[in-house]
Nanobody, 124 residues
Framework: QVQLVESGGGLVQPGGSLKLSCAAS????????MGWYRQAPGKQRELVAA???????NYANSVKGRFTISRDNARNTVYLQMNSLKPEDTAVYYC??????????????????WGQGTQVTVSS
């Protein structure tokens, strides 16, 4: 079974920084895309940033120049460095791993997985 565990959320003042981490565990063979999404109260979940297995990056316009996504394939971990945070960045942040190949006994599974979410609050 594959699990994603996020960490690094919290309360920060406007203009501050936070770094989120998301580690995937299990008998993982490979992971294709990894990304971060967020959902603010009363709003739909939206893509914040994504990184492909080959390193191609994709950012929401609202975070370009402020957020940086990266990954450590050896650790099956994705990071989100968030700088110059604004109150409108307040949300629950979720990581997602797509097309994860993992081994369970003699069977290989392929699936998409979500983390449990971590709260980011930007407020003075």
């Amino acid at each position: 079974q594959v699990q994603l565990v996020e960490s690094g959320g919290g309360l920060v003042q406007p203009g501050g920084s936070l770094k989120l981490s998301c580690a995937a565990s299990g008998n993982i063979i490979s992971i294709n895309d990894m990304g971060w999404y967020r959902q603010a109260p009363g709003k739909q979940r939206e893509l914040v940033a994504a990184i492909s297995g080959g390193g191609t990056l994709n950012y929401a316009n609202s975070v370009k120049g402020r957020f940086t996504i990266s990954r450590d394939n050896a650790r099956n971990t994705v990071y989100l460095q968030m700088n110059s945070l604004k109150p409108e960045d307040t949300a629950v942040y979720y990581c997602k791993a797509e097309r994860v190949r993992d081994s369970r006994g003699s069977t290989t599974f392929i699936g998409d997985y979500w983390g449990q979410g971590t709260q980011v609050t930007v407020s003075s």
